[in-house]
């Protein structure tokens, strides 16, 4: 990362003409919902009794948006012998229920299956349904497309999945679709950076279900269940977020239930009936609320009425859920029962006015018991982890693109069903690997179909932008398997144009690989000039992959792309001038790089030693696996647990086998270990990183042991148990080995209760050398340091018994018969603590950014030359004027609604990571980019459904140290560390 230098500071200043709130502000009627008969939100909650425990009902279902099923086998009711669940069902269902007796209330969570439901009704039932949102009755809680999952996710997978499904209910229902609350009552842990976006997105609350279960007896005990949950310590207040972990999981209390699938005896109230029951359950359930009421503060308890893909005949539940108020009512014992949301049992514990404790850290790892640790999933199905990352890198693109070239689009984009498809995938049973077998093959199809409706998108607006009409008919294709080096365009054309698109808000280079045969290429910029190329050899391991079936790649093409505009592209001619081709030859030199170097150890073939600008590391790099656990009726490693068998691991290999080939571009060290695990270290010229590429599979189960493999780095660093990980990609958060902040922790598994979701980054530092040690990853995986000096991430795993969690299946990968191969990327990054700026720590934000969202390569055919190619079209093209401050970045820029864009800036670093990075920086937009004007803006909460103004979140009391106060809206576009600022922006064309 390159310090903000004086003229950028100076670019900025001059562009701060006119402030956010000297703009016009768009229409307010995107948002504000003033209409007198609305009696929906906290005044439409029943009242409460001072005098009495208030037990509020919460008739809900949680209906998972895939898992045993696919999300069309849920939705429809299909494939009944996996699970009988039919979403459809239960909203027809509830809605009649409703209409049936205005004193019932429901919630509704997974926008997915609503929308799903919703296109297909009457004009009459929609108008119906919004009666009853107006009326408080039905509520939305949540709001996002899917119930996200919380260690797997990055924040901008996150907040993009809640804006479009939110922005479908606020379209739909207005301000009374609006949620108040985050229902994430089924992820398996909850992280910080959760806490801190819904506190941004003007939530008042957030419920769950799930937290380690000596942390529940503890605040059950300590009468803690209930506390603030400080979000973020850069953003201070404003992140602060009321919490309650839910008492009986989400379900109904034992005997209550009374849903089709329960088996629970209903009602019986006639007296004369030898199977009268009314007394018992009455006494029964008032003993319930006591017991639960002994571990609380408040005098209104929460109970949950409902479950998994219940109410499929709702009026058998409420029915009953009718003679359970009316009777324990009328007992007379202290308790008054009504139907309410989590949203109005909120408010009654806040119009209490008590005084709460506040947590700093997250809720990982979560443990069901001793040897239970969910810490499996944060490394389940790595394909479908870097394929989810995938999608998200390419959202961003052609959101920017159609932004910058489709205003006054249509109200329906060829784009919307990537946006549907990442909202799918961030549910708590996709990313994570969790689902079954033949639903994550659905999510592939799912994200694999979206792909290609969005390339039309994408076709669409680069024609625009290098031909000047977007019905131009240059053809744009993606290449999806450039992971396995594989790309049917690069081999088989002889002639074609590579489109290297920027979606970062600053000029960037990138090192492009193209996959191609043996042959001569040359490599033409915009302006026609060479560029410097190099060939590689494809490690064997990678063409002997069955996931590459018909390529005929054997070296990889590799040129820079230098200077790549902010927004923006730069083209490239890669033509095939001969088919003579002398092979590339090794190097003896047991050394790469030049500055930033890696040593190998002459006898083993191991990384041995890392460099960095004079300062010199020992760094051990091997793989090892965990033989994993597996008996029948205990805890076994599967999809979600990681269980090992034992406390120790084995390394797959001692030594490893190496060729060493050096060039002009790139220098690398291809290592075998074995005949499922290779890797390439790889040191491109002039970077500030080392690249770990690795390729590990089919892992070998002939033993019947499962097996789970990490990549283990041992540095001298004295890190005294401590390490660091990131919070779904944004802040850091301290871990300290065998402990836990906030009770005094009871380890049975040493390995796995250590381990944490690594969303972007794992590091460890020795204070007294004033060294660091970084490895960002290239998707969501879990990872630790189980002793000092050293940190593993996991890379793959196959396992061969199931833990016994429903889905009745063992995390078996195969793909074409065989074992599933994984192939990814870790970046090393080391060096001093501190210095001078950028920091070690910057520049770490830095690569994890490109990382992110990194460069994407389109493909076109050439044609018939360069020459022509060059005459015809652009080659060339900037979306901004001028890149911002380094320290800021574009995290938003997509189509809106009425002819406006949604635009979000955010603060990539946080208090003190850089001495000057980490300070607040200004930012004016108004003239910043090239094909349009910003004529008016109005700022919006994070998820963009609300005017920040409107915003009134409650207020709560708290124990709270911190001095911090709350960050106030609307700074003159200032935006401090951490910060992201959301804004609805109208936009002109600019004129030629």
């Known amino acids: 990362m390159a310090s903000i230098s004086h003229n950028t500071w100076i670019i900025a200043a001059a562009l701060l003409l006119v402030i956010v709130t000297c703009f016009a502000h768009p229409r307010r009627s995107l948002y504000r919902d003033d209409r007198a008969d609305v009696t929906c939100g906290y005044q439409s909650c029943h009242q409460v009794d001072p005098t009495k425990l208030n037990v509020h009902l919460v008739p809900h279902t949680h209906d998972d948006v895939g898992w045993l099923k696919t999300v069309d086998q849920y939705y429809y009711g299909a494939n009944t012998n996996y699970q009988r669940a039919g979403v459809q069902y239960i909203l027809d269902s509830v809605i009649e229920a409703l209409l049936d007796n205005p004193d019932r209330r429901f919630i509704y969570v997974e926008t997915a299956f609503f929308w799903k439901w919703w296109v297909e009704q009457t004009p009459e039932r929609q108008q119906e349904v919004k009666d009853l949102v107006n009326e408080g009755r039905l509520e939305f809680i949540g709001g996002a497309w899917s119930m996200n999952d919380e260690a797997a996710t990055h924040y901008q997978s996150t907040v993009d999945q809640f804006t479009w499904g939110l922005r479908k209910l606020n379209d739909t229902f207005g301000s009374c679709g609006r949620p108040h609350i985050g229902w994430q009552i089924d992820p398996f842990g909850h992280s910080r950076e959760m806490a801190s976006i819904f506190a941004r997105m003007g939530y008042d609350a957030v419920f769950f279900a799930r937290l380690d279960y000596q942390d529940k007896n503890n605040r059950l005990l300590g009468k803690t269940a209930e506390l603030i949950w400080e979000g973020s310590p850069n953003l201070g207040a404003s992140a602060d977020l009321f919490t309650n972990a839910l008492y009986n999981h989400y379900s109904a209390p034992a005997g209550f239930c009374f849903d089709i699938l329960c088996n629970t005896e209903p009602f019986i109230d006639n007296q004369k009936s030898p199977d009268y029951n009314v007394d018992a359950k009455v006494q029964d359930f008032v003993n319930f609320v006591n017991g639960q009421a002994q571990y609380y503060t408040s005098k209104n308890v929460i109970v949950t009425m409902g479950d998994d893909f219940n109410y499929q005949d709702a009026l058998m539940y409420f029915k009953n859920m009718d003679k359970l108020i009316k009777y324990v009512n009328a007992a007379d014992k202290g308790v008054n029962i009504i139907y309410s949301t989590p949203s109005c049992y909120v408010k009654a514990v806040n119009d209490e006015g008590l005084t709460y404790t506040t947590k700093q850290d997250d809720f990982f790892p979560y443990a069901t018991d001793g040897n239970s640790y969910w810490t499996g999933y944060f490394n389940s199905r790595p394909t479908i982890k870097y394929f989810e990352r995938l999608g998200n890198n390419f959202l961003q693109v052609v959101k920017q693109l ?12 060829s784009i919307d069903s990537l946006r549907e498809a990442m909202g799918v995938m961030q549910h708590h049973d996709a990313v994570t690997g969790t689902e079954l077998l033949h639903v994550a093959k659905d999510y592939s199809r799912l994200l694999t179909d979206a792909f290609e409706d969005a390339r039309g998108s994408a076709k669409n607006s680069l024609n625009q932008l290098i031909a000047g009409d977007a019905t131009n008919n240059v053809e744009v294709f993606n290449c999806l398997e450039l992971n396995v080096s594989s790309c049917d365009l690069t081999e088989n054309q002889e002639k074609y144009v590579v489109t290297v698109y920027n979606p970062l808000s600053h000029e960037v280079d990138h090192f492009v690989r193209l996959p191609v045969p043996s042959a001569m290429y040359t490599v033409q910029g915009p302006d026609g000039a060479l560029q410097t190329t190099q060939m590689v050899p494809i490690p064997k391991e990678v063409l002997n992959s ?24 730069r083209s490239y001619y890669v033509t095939k001038t001969s088919d003579a081709f002398e092979e590339v030859q090794p190097s003896s030199d047991l050394f790469i790089g030049k500055g930033l170097e890696i040593a190998i150890d002459e006898t083993t073939g191991l990384v041995k030693t890392l460099t960095n600008n004079g300062v010199e590391i020992p760094v051990a790099q091997n793989f090892f696996y965990y033989n994993s656990f597996a008996a029948d009726n205990q805890a076994s490693s599967g999809a979600y647990l990681f269980r090992p068998d034992g406390t120790s691991n084995t390394p797959i290999s001692d030594s490893a086998n190496i060729v060493v080939y050096k060039g002009d571009i790139v ?24 690249e770990f590429e690795w390729l590990v599979g089919p892992i070998p189960t002939d033993d019947g042991i499962g097996k789970e493999v990490v990549s283990q780095f041992t540095t001298n660093l004295d890190t005294q148990g401590l390490f660091y990980t990131d919070s779904n990609g944004r802040e850091l958060l301290e871990r300290k080995r065998d402990f836990r902040p906030t009770w005094d922790l009871d380890l049975q598994e040493p390995i796995s209760g250590n381990y944490y979701p690594i969303t972007s980054k794992i590091l460890i530092r020795d204070v007294t ?13 879990g990872g630790s340091s189980i002793l000092d000096g050293q940190v593993e991430l996991m890379v793959n795993r196959r396992l ?57 390569l389109f493909f076109s055919p050439g044609g018939s030359g360069f020459d022509e190619w060059q005459s015809n079209f652009n080659m060339e093209y900037s979306g901004l004027k001028t890149s911002l401050p380094s320290n800021i970045q574009i995290l938003t820029l997509e189509p809106w609604k009425e002819q406006t864009l949604l635009l979000r800036l955010e603060h990539i670093l946080e208090e003190n990571e850089d001495t000057e990075l980490s300070k607040p920086a200004d ?29 009134q979140r409650l207020e709560w009391k708290s124990t709270r140290n911190s001095a911090k106060e709350e960050k106030v809206s609307g700074r003159a576009l200032t935006l401090s560390p951490m910060e992201i600022e959301t804004y609805v922006i109208n936009v002109e064309k600019r004129s030629k």
């Not at 159609?402 to 984009?413: D, F, N, P, V």
């Not at 004529?935 to 994070?942: A, D, P, Q, Y």
């Open 800 to 856: 061969v018994r199931d833990e016994g969690f429903q889905v009745g299946e063992a995390l078996y990968e195969e793909d074409v018969g065989k074992g599933l191969v994984a192939r990814g990327r870790h970046y090393v990054m080391a060096g001093a603590i501190g210095g001078a700026s950028p920091s070690l720590a910057a520049q770490e934000r830095e690569v994890a950014q490109r990382k992110l969202l990194a460069p994407w």
């Open 546 to 569: 069955p996931e590459r079936k018909n390529s005929i790649a054997t070296h990889d093409l590799v040129f820079k792309a230098e200077n790549l505009p902010p927004l923006g592209f």
């Open 667 to 690: 220098d690398e060290i291809h290592q075998t270990f074995s005949d499922w695990a290779s890797q390439v270290v790889r040191i491109y010229h002039e970077e500030n990183h080392v």
């Open 402 to 413: 159609e932004a910058m070239t489709m205003l006054g689009q249509a109200a329906e984009s």
């Open 769 to 781: 050398k004033g060294l660091e040690f970084a490895v960002l990853n290239d998707r969501a995986q």
């Open 923 to 951: 930012v004016a937009f108004e003239d910043l980019f090239t094909l349009f004007v910003v004529s008016s803006s109005h700022e919006t909460t994070l998820a963009a459904n609300q005017w920040a103004e409107d915003m």
